[in-house]
């Protein structure tokens, strides 16, 4: 009977246990790859129990009783991410799920643009920002310029959006884009013409990371390099064969797509080819930036036609050892917002042209990188107006940018912990630039070329195992003016007020010095502050030197003997990160401007085009500017599913010596300079989720003087921006983006509209 | 070796990387054909030009008076592109004077001119038009100076005071076939003999506001909008004949107050005013002043100026000498 009793037990127990338990089984993925997580760790919080990811990324659990777990992933370089699932009794087919995204704090990030050699961000004693992939696909903006929005201490100016002529972009209370440097792959993009960079020929997708370096780097860099450098950085093929696609559509009719293919032959640590080539269109009919009040049926959409094109190819000839060639074209067409008679009425045409060349061997102990470059830039310029007097213009400004240089650097690693970095570059620009009239005879064609020829030398010093930096840099540029010249064929009454200005003007030749000291202590793997010295200088514009004409200030002649602005900056910041969730980035920096370039009067007035009396005004070499500035960068993972960026920035910029001399005009000392906001402010906060993900921005940017006198400026402004996202399929991604959700209207200096609220939605692939 | 292991699908050749070279290689060079495309020019067609030599209007080699009016009737079409530029020329003496320039946008044109000869014994008359490629087309012809013809007389109106904008006292417009001046509601009542007004401002010279006593007329804008319309004289608005008198403004016109009145026919009044420089308004025009002009009707005069307050109630006097 006992027997019977217990087999029966045993029957009705086994049974029920049998019944409570339950399995469940899952993958991992890799956001970054698309592909699955092998050796990722799995844990069930409840009950302790882990699995580690086989080799397909896949793991198992059984045994488990029936209830509610929370599944927590984790792999090294990934942030964590956990799940919660249900469980019923004897339920062996639950499936689960998860894909992982790169850490964002707890890799070490590697920054290059601050020293021309690999180097810890935390151990470079200057203001560096990095912003990475993850970071452009998080961010609610469809132009490369708005990202830099991440870095505190950069005022982008994109009154008109995706419209806008450029895109403007200024650092640390400066406030022309010539006083900073923009690369791309180390390589200049900003054109030493002067005038201003192209950010609309870059395209989103193409970019692997963009590495900005605050303050004045002439001493690696040479001219421009006054505010800042900005180096953007594309991407390079990571598989053997790797596609995707995109294609938008939204406000404005704005539409278009991209496409890129890449792929490499072989394996990492062998002799392989690599190759990309990728093409960008957009395309939009705009809107009318005139506001009713002022409209006039002479006004029309600002409408965008660009596109652009390239292809890369290189050879990897051993690990870091590489030859790489390039070559884009670009297209880029915007209207103006008139038209008078001319088809496509008034607008901005540029086809640019950009090849480049690469060398680079990197070994134990040295590196070795040589690049060539070239670029020409066609710009054509339609304008058509109606003068106060009546009399109708018409005239196509025709300029032909062109630019060549060659860059040599070579480092080595000395006894001592030091890094020795030596440099050659040379550098030259041209411009041929033609006005042609069409309702008169006139020509009006000014040209002039800029060699810059420099070299330099770096050491970087390390005491303490790594705790101290030393870093100390001297550059000499020779910078020559040539070929510089101004005329008028068949001067009618539009510009024979200017005939008496024409002439070849004489080569000049100035040298520049560029000195830089950093020191940088680190408390911890993860804390650490600097201290900076550093100067920078940027020469005049080609078309300050060269171009004589009618600004809207009054009529300019040509100053061949203009000198470069120069600026020391002395500057103290910190890199504080608190364990893989914060992170708290503040820098105060104290600069001097010298020999700063303003428009002043030659006491001389005239009528140019014989209808307005305007005065005679020449840019010169005037004023001594102080800026002093703070910023703070803070980062946090506030939990696996959201994490907040936040930039602040203060700007003074005021003009402590205004030497007029014999010239003419109002004393500006004391003013501050224009279009420089005092206040700046970002936000981020990103929201990971199974659902929907989401990004929402906000930007305020502070008042800021129009005008010289500082008796005019503009209002603040306020932007909320949202993306929301979703990836299917592990390699289809939906997005929509809002600009500007609130729909705010405001006017920019010469009183034109933004486009408002503005969508964008798209579908991208990838393979 | 069987060779078959190495037979591969295209598809599985192209995902093995083994073609990616070649094909990215293929395309960077489609991109260089590209860039290196050319096309065939074709030759464009130039403008045209002629004169038409109705009744009423000057021939080659006419003869005419000191003042007289030349007329001349222009055809001319762009049948490759649009016209952008007309300009009328004056040669004499190995000197070129470019009496009209004028930027257009059509197709074609067709239009009247009037000119006075001047005191020149022979003129080629040079009339171009431009096409938006730049091409010209060129007609011209020569007029010569009647031997016996003399200057001619002129009206002399001395120390005519006006008021300016917010002075209730003395009028504002000037009508010199009728020698008097006016406020609003009596020129209204003038429309086509109101040649001049007046009114006082502040404009920007060389980075600085300046007092600005200005001549004007009725015909300141052809639109009839603007500061003249919209805050001194809006009565100007509702009128149907608005004449518009040009001001030679050149600060250096070699005149002085002695040659001005020595003037007794119009000759210096013929060669002083040059239409090129002829503007819609003289600013700043401050005693001492001298100011040639081509009214409405195409009588030439001279402006002297001998008093101006600098104040918009204030008042301005001048003496005027312009051609019967």
Same mark, same amino acid.
């Given at each position: *009977?006992?027997?019977?009793?217990?087999?029966?037990?045993?029957?009705?127990?086994?049974?029920?246990?049998?019944?409570?338990?339950?399995?469940?089984?899952?993958?991992?993925?890799?956001?970054?790859?698309?592909?699955?997580?092998?050796?990722a760790?799995?844990?069930?919080?409840?009950?302790?129990a882990?699995?580690?990811?086989?080799?397909?990324?896949?793991?198992?659990?059984?045994?488990?009783?029936e209830?509610?777990?929370?599944?927590?992933?984790?792999?090294?370089?990934?942030?964590?991410?956990?799940?919660?699932i249900?469980?019923?009794?004897?339920?062996h087919?639950?499936?689960?799920?998860?894909?992982?995204?790169?850490?964002?704090?707890?890799?070490?990030?590697?920054?290059?643009?601050?020293?021309?050699?690999?180097?810890?961000?935390?151990?470079?004693?200057?203001?560096?920002?990095?912003?990475?992939?993850?970071d452009?696909?998080?961010?609610?903006?469809?132009?490369?310029?708005?990202?830099?929005?991440?870095?505190?201490?950069?005022?982008?100016?994109?009154?008109?959006?995706?419209?806008n002529?450029?895109?403007?972009?200024?650092?640390?209370?400066?406030?022309?884009?010539?006083?900073?440097?923009?690369?791309m792959?180390?390589?200049?993009?900003?054109?030493?013409?002067?005038?201003?960079?192209?950010?609309?020929?870059?395209?989103?997708?193409?970019?692997?990371?963009?590495?900005?370096?605050?303050?004045?780097?002439?001493?690696l860099?040479?001219?421009?390099? *006054?505010?800042?450098?900005?180096?953007?950085?594309?991407?390079?093929?990571?598989?053997?064969?790797?596609?995707?696609?995109?294609? &938008?559509?939204?406000?404005?009719?704005t539409?278009?797509?991209?496409?890129?293919?890449?792929?490499?032959t072989?394996?990492?640590?062998?002799?392989?080819?690599?190759?990309?080539?990728?093409?960008?269109?957009?395309?939009?009919?705009?809107?009318?930036?005139?506001?009713?009040?002022?409209?006039?049926?002479?006004?029309?959409?600002?409408?965008?036609?660009?596109?652009?094109?390239?292809?890369?190819?290189?050879?990897?000839?051993?690990?870091?050892?590489?030859?790489?060639?390039?070559?884009?074209?670009?297209?880029?067409?915007?209207?103006?917002?008139?038209?008078?008679?001319?088809?496509g009425?008034?607008?901005?045409?540029?086809?640019?042209?950009?090849?480049?060349?690469?060398?680079?061997?990197?070994?134990?102990?040295?590196?070795?990188?040589?690049?060539?470059?070239?670029?020409?830039?066609?710009?054509?310029?339609?304008?058509?107006?109606?003068?106060?007097?009546?009399?109708?213009?018409?005239?196509?400004?025709?300029?032909?940018?062109?630019?060549?240089?060659?860059?040599?650097?070579?480092s080595?690693?000395?006894?001592?912990?030091?890094?020795?970095?030596?440099?050659?570059?040379?550098?030259?620009?041209?411009?041929?630039?033609?006005?042609?009239?069409?309702?008169?005879?006139?020509?009006?064609?000014?040209?002039?070329?800029?060699?810059?020829?420099?070299?330099?030398?770096?050491?970087?010093i390390?005491?303490?195992?790594?705790?101290?930096?030393?870093?100390?840099?001297?550059?000499?540029?020779?910078?020559?003016?040539?070929?510089?010249?101004?005329?008028?064929?068949?001067?009618?009454?539009?510009?024979?007020? *200017?005939?008496?200005?024409?002439?070849?003007?004489?080569?000049?030749?100035?040298?520049?010095v560029?000195?830089?000291?950093?020191?940088?202590?680190?408390?911890?793997?993860?804390?650490?502050?600097?201290l900076?010295?550093?100067?920078?200088?940027?020469?005049?514009?080609?078309?300050?030197?060269?171009?004589?004409?009618?600004?809207?200030?009054?009529?300019?002649?040509?100053?061949?003997?203009?000198?470069?602005?120069?600026?020391?900056?002395?500057?103290?910041?910190?890199?504080?990160? &608190?364990?893989?969730?914060f992170?708290?980035?503040?820098?105060?920096?104290?600069?001097?401007?010298?020999?700063?370039?303003?428009?002043?009067?030659?006491?001389?007035? *005239?009528?140019?085009?014989?209808?307005?009396?305007?005065?005679?005004?020449?840019?010169?070499?005037?004023?001594?500017?102080?800026?002093?500035?703070?910023?703070?960068?803070?980062?946090?993972?506030?939990?696996?599913?959201?994490?907040?960026?936040f930039?602040?920035?203060?700007?003074?910029?005021?003009?402590?010596?205004?030497?007029?001399?014999?010239?003419?005009?109002?004393?500006?000392?004391?003013?501050?300079?224009?279009?420089?906001?005092?206040?700046?402010?970002?936000?981020?906060?990103?929201?990971?989720?199974?659902?929907?993900?989401?990004?929402?921005?906000?930007?305020?940017s502070?008042?800021?003087?129009l005008?010289?006198?500082?008796?005019?400026?503009?209002?603040?402004?306020?932007?909320?921006?949202?993306?929301?996202?979703?990836?299917?399929?592990?390699?289809?991604?939906?997005?929509?983006?809002?600009?500007?959700?609130?729909?705010?209207?405001?006017?920019?200096?010469?009183?034109?509209?933004?486009?408002?609220?503005?969508?964008?939605?798209?579908?991208?692939?990838?393979? | 070796?069987?060779?078959?292991?190495?037979?591969?699908?295209?598809?599985?050749?192209?995902?093995?990387?083994?073609?990616?070279?070649?094909?990215?290689?293929?395309?960077?060079?489609?991109?260089?054909?590209?860039?290196?495309?050319?096309?065939?020019?074709?030759?464009?067609?130039?403008?045209?030009?002629?004169?038409?030599?109705?009744?009423?209007?000057?021939?080659?080699?006419?003869?005419?008076?000191?003042?007289?009016?030349? $007329?001349?009737?222009?055809?001319?079409?762009?049948?490759?592109?649009?016209?952008?530029?007309?300009?009328?020329?004056?040669?004499?003496?190995?000197?070129?004077?470019?009496?009209?320039?004028?930027?257009?946008?059509?197709?074609?044109?067709?239009?009247g001119?009037?000119?006075?000869?001047?005191?020149?014994?022979?003129?080629?008359?040079?009339?171009?038009?431009?096409?938006?490629?730049?091409?010209?087309?060129?007609?011209?012809?020569?007029?010569?100076?009647?031997?016996?013809?003399?200057?001619?007389?002129?009206?002399?109106?001395?120390?005519?005071?006006?008021?300016y904008?917010?002075?209730?006292?003395?009028?504002?417009?000037?009508?010199?076939?009728?020698?008097?001046?006016?406020?609003?509601?009596?020129?209204?009542?003038?429309?086509?003999?109101?040649?001049?007004?007046?009114?006082?401002?502040? $404009?920007?010279?060389?980075g600085?506001?300046?007092?600005?006593?200005?001549?004007?007329?009725?015909?300141?804008?052809?639109?009839?909008?603007?500061?003249?319309?919209?805050?001194?004289?809006?009565?100007?608005?509702?009128w149907?004949?608005?004449?518009?008198?040009?001001?030679?403004?050149?600060?250096?016109?070699?005149?002085?107050?002695?040659?001005?009145?020595?003037?007794?026919?119009?000759?210096?009044?013929?060669?002083?005013?040059?239409?090129?420089?002829?503007?819609?308004?003289?600013?700043?025009?401050?005693?001492?002043?001298?100011?040639?002009l081509?009214?409405?009707?195409?009588?030439?005069?001279?402006?002297?100026?001998?008093?101006?307050?600098?104040?918009?109630?204030?008042?301005?006097?001048?003496?005027?000498?312009l051609?019967?």
């Amino acid at each position: *009977m006992r027997i019977v009793f217990a087999v029966i037990c045993f029957v009705i127990f086994n049974g029920l246990f049998a019944q409570q338990t339950a399995s469940v089984s899952g993958k991992v993925f890799s956001a970054q790859s698309a592909g699955s997580l092998a050796l990722a760790h799995v844990t069930i919080a409840e009950t302790g129990a882990s699995a580690v990811c086989d080799s397909n990324g896949n793991f198992r659990f059984t045994g488990l009783r029936e209830g509610r777990y929370l599944l927590r992933f984790s792999f090294i370089g990934y942030a964590p991410d956990s799940l919660r699932i249900n469980l019923k009794a004897g339920d062996h087919r639950a499936r689960v799920n998860m894909t992982l995204f790169p850490a964002e704090v707890s890799i070490p990030e590697v920054i290059i643009t601050a020293t021309r050699t690999e180097q810890l961000r935390g151990s470079v004693p200057a203001k560096t920002d990095v912003i990475r992939k993850e970071d452009i696909d998080r961010m609610p903006f469809v132009t490369v310029d708005e990202l830099l929005s991440l870095s505190p201490g950069i005022n982008v100016t994109r009154d008109y959006g995706i419209y806008n002529k450029t895109g403007d972009v200024t650092l640390r209370g400066l406030n022309r884009n010539v006083h900073s440097l923009l690369l791309m792959d180390g390589l200049p993009l900003s054109l030493l013409d002067g005038s201003a960079s192209n950010w609309n020929r870059l395209d989103v997708d193409q970019i692997e990371r963009i590495e900005i370096v605050k303050g004045p780097n002439s001493s690696l860099y040479g001219g421009n390099a *006054m505010g800042g450098v900005i180096n953007i950085i594309t991407r390079k093929p990571t598989e053997r064969f790797e596609g995707s696609g995109k294609a &938008f559509y939204g406000s404005y009719a704005t539409l278009g797509g991209n496409i890129r293919l890449a792929g490499r032959t072989g394996k990492e640590d062998r002799k392989y080819f690599y190759s990309v080539v990728d093409a960008y269109l957009r395309q939009s009919d705009g809107y009318v930036m005139a506001p009713d009040s002022i409209r006039t049926i002479n006004d029309m959409e600002l409408y965008v036609n660009e596109y652009n094109m390239g292809s890369k190819l290189g050879y990897v000839i051993a690990p870091r050892h590489f030859i790489e060639t390039e070559y884009r074209y670009s297209y880029d067409m915007r209207g103006t917002g008139s038209i008078l008679f001319e088809q496509g009425g008034n607008f901005n045409r540029y086809r640019t042209h950009y090849a480049r060349g690469r060398y680079s061997r990197t070994t134990e102990k040295t590196r070795l990188s040589l690049d060539v470059f070239w670029k020409r830039e066609h710009y054509r310029k339609q304008n058509e107006s109606v003068k106060s007097s009546g009399a109708y213009t018409f005239y196509h400004t025709n300029a032909v940018s062109e630019e060549s240089g060659l860059f040599f650097l070579w480092s080595t690693l000395l006894p001592g912990n030091q890094e020795l970095t030596v440099g050659a570059d040379i550098r030259r620009g041209s411009t041929d630039n033609e006005d042609t009239y069409h309702t008169s005879a006139d020509t009006v064609a000014y040209s002039g070329s800029l060699g810059f020829y420099g070299v330099y030398l770096q050491d970087q010093i390390s005491f303490f195992k790594g705790r101290l930096n030393l870093v100390a840099g001297l550059r000499f540029d020779a910078v020559q003016l040539s070929g510089a010249s101004f005329s008028i064929l068949s001067p009618s009454l539009a510009t024979a007020f *200017m005939e008496p200005y024409q002439g070849a003007f004489p080569d000049t030749t100035w040298l520049a010095v560029s000195p830089r000291v950093g020191l940088q202590w680190g408390f911890s793997d993860n804390k650490s502050i600097y201290l900076s010295w550093s100067q920078g200088f940027r020469p005049g514009t080609l078309s300050d030197m060269c171009r004589t004409g009618d600004v809207n200030k009054g009529f300019k002649l040509a100053n061949p003997a203009l000198l470069p602005e120069s600026m020391d900056n002395f500057e103290l910041g910190a890199l504080l990160a &608190f364990g893989s969730r914060f992170t708290l980035e503040p820098a105060v920096f104290y600069s001097i401007g010298h020999r700063f370039q303003n428009f002043v009067g030659t006491g001389d007035s *005239m009528y140019t085009s014989g209808t307005r009396l305007k005065p005679v005004i020449r840019r010169e070499n005037i004023g001594e500017v102080h800026i002093y500035g703070a910023e703070l960068r803070y980062t946090w993972q506030i939990s696996t599913h959201f994490d907040f960026i936040f930039n602040y920035s203060f700007n003074q910029s005021r003009i402590m010596k205004y030497e007029l001399g014999a010239y003419i005009g109002k004393d500006l000392t004391g003013l501050s300079l224009i279009e420089v906001p005092e206040h700046m402010l970002f936000g981020r906060l990103h929201w990971k989720n199974r659902w929907v993900n989401a990004a929402l921005g906000a930007k305020y940017s502070g008042a800021t003087w129009l005008d010289d006198e500082n008796t005019v400026s503009t209002e603040p402004v306020f932007l909320l921006d949202l993306k929301l996202y979703r990836t299917f399929l592990k390699r289809v991604t939906t997005a929509i983006t809002i600009q500007n959700i609130l729909g705010t209207r405001y006017t920019d200096s010469k009183g034109m509209l933004n486009p408002g609220r503005f969508m964008l939605a798209e579908v991208k692939f990838r393979y | 070796m069987n060779r078959n292991h190495n037979r591969l699908t295209l598809n599985s050749y192209i995902l093995s990387g083994n073609a990616l070279p070649v094909l990215i290689c293929s395309v960077f060079l489609g991109f260089l054909m590209l860039g290196t495309a050319c096309k065939k020019e074709v030759e464009p067609a130039g403008p045209e030009i002629r004169l038409v030599f109705d009744p009423g209007y000057t021939t080659e080699g006419a003869t005419v008076a000191i003042g007289k009016a030349i $007329r001349f009737r222009v055809e001319a079409s762009g049948p490759d592109a649009n016209l952008t530029n007309f300009t009328v020329k004056k040669l004499y003496g190995g000197i070129t004077k470019t009496v009209l320039d004028s930027g257009l946008n059509s197709a074609s044109f067709s239009t009247g001119l009037t000119f006075y000869q001047g005191v020149e014994d022979q003129v080629e008359w040079q009339l171009s038009v431009m096409d938006r490629n730049r091409n010209e087309a060129t007609v011209s012809l020569t007029v010569y100076k009647d031997p016996n013809s003399t200057f001619g007389g002129i009206y002399e109106f001395n120390h005519i005071k006006m008021g300016y904008q917010s002075n209730t006292a003395f009028g504002h417009y000037f009508l010199p076939l009728l020698n008097k001046v006016f406020f609003d509601d009596s020129a209204a009542l003038n429309q086509d003999k109101t040649d001049i007004l007046v009114y006082f401002n502040f $404009r920007e010279d060389n980075g600085v506001m300046l007092p600005s006593p200005t001549f004007s007329s009725p015909g300141e804008e052809t639109s009839a909008s603007g500061e003249l319309y919209d805050l001194y004289y809006p009565a100007l608005t509702s009128w149907t004949t608005r004449n518009y008198t040009k001001y030679d403004i050149r600060v250096e016109n070699g005149l002085t107050e002695e040659l001005f009145n020595q003037a007794h026919n119009d000759s210096l009044l013929i060669v002083s005013y040059d239409d090129v420089w002829g503007k819609k308004k003289y600013k700043w025009a401050i005693a001492g002043t001298l100011i040639p002009l081509q009214t409405a009707s195409g009588k030439k005069g001279i402006i002297l100026v001998e008093q101006a307050d600098l104040e918009e109630s204030g008042t301005i006097t001048f003496s005027l000498k312009l051609q019967m």
